[in-house]
Nanobody, 115 residues
Framework: QVQLVESGGGLVQAGGSLGLSCQASGIMFRIYHMSWYRQAPGKQREFVAAITSAGITNYAGSVQGRFTIARDNAKNTVYLQMNSLKPEDTAVYYC?????????WGQGTQVTVSS
């Protein structure tokens, strides 16, 4: 059974930092591309950051320079370090694992940034 379990969300003031983790089980983690998405109330889910199985990273323009995605294949875990947080970063953050014809989602973790 595939599971992606996010953790690390919470409440932080604008300008602060939070680190999210997503631990995977039930998949050969190292061959999956890993991504973070987020969904704010009343909005569609949007891409935040991704890291390929080869370690190549990609970011949404809105978080470029503030967020960093990383992975530890030995721990089956992907991370998202979020710095200089803004109120508009408030959302439920979801972890995604994907490769050809397979895509899995975590349950999400809430991040709230107060102004």
């Amino acid at each position: 059974q595939v599971q992606l379990v996010e953790s690390g969300g919470g409440l932080v003031q604008a300008g602060g930092s939070l680190g999210l983790s997503c631990q995977a089980s039930g998949i050969m983690f190292r061959i999956y591309h890993m991504s973070w998405y987020r969904q704010a109330p009343g909005k569609q889910r949007e891409f935040v950051a991704a890291i390929t199985s080869a370690g190549i990273t990609n970011y949404a323009g809105s978080v470029q320079g503030r967020f960093t995605i990383a992975r530890d294949n030995a721990k089956n875990t992907v991370y998202l370090q979020m710095n200089s947080l803004k109120p508009e970063d408030t959302a439920v953050y979801y972890c995604n694992a994907n490769k050809v014809a397979q895509s899995y989602w975590g349950q999400g973790t809430q991040v709230t940034v107060s102004s």
